[in-house]
């Protein structure tokens, strides 16, 4: 897992996940989403 502030860089461009995933150094790239609604979250992936 990998800070999100890196992929800040990214957003809105289209990608070639493979460069970003070395850009990043880091072998899986996933999107996705974290609530937190009280004491329970849910995390989101794609």
Same mark, same amino acid.
Do not use: C
């Given at each position: 897992?990998?800070?999100? *502030?890196?992929s800040f860089a990214? /957003? @809105? /461009?289209?990608?070639?996940?493979?460069?970003?995933?070395?850009?990043?150094?880091?072998?899986?790239?996933?999107? @996705?989403?974290?609530?937190?609604?009280? *004491?329970? @979250?849910?995390?989101?992936?794609?």
């Amino acid at each position: 897992m990998i800070a999100r *502030n890196s992929s800040f860089a990214y /957003k @809105g /461009k289209a990608l070639d996940l493979r460069r970003v995933a070395s850009d990043l150094g880091v072998r899986s790239v996933f999107e @996705g989403s974290i609530r937190r609604a009280g *004491n329970r @979250g849910r995390i989101t992936l794609s």
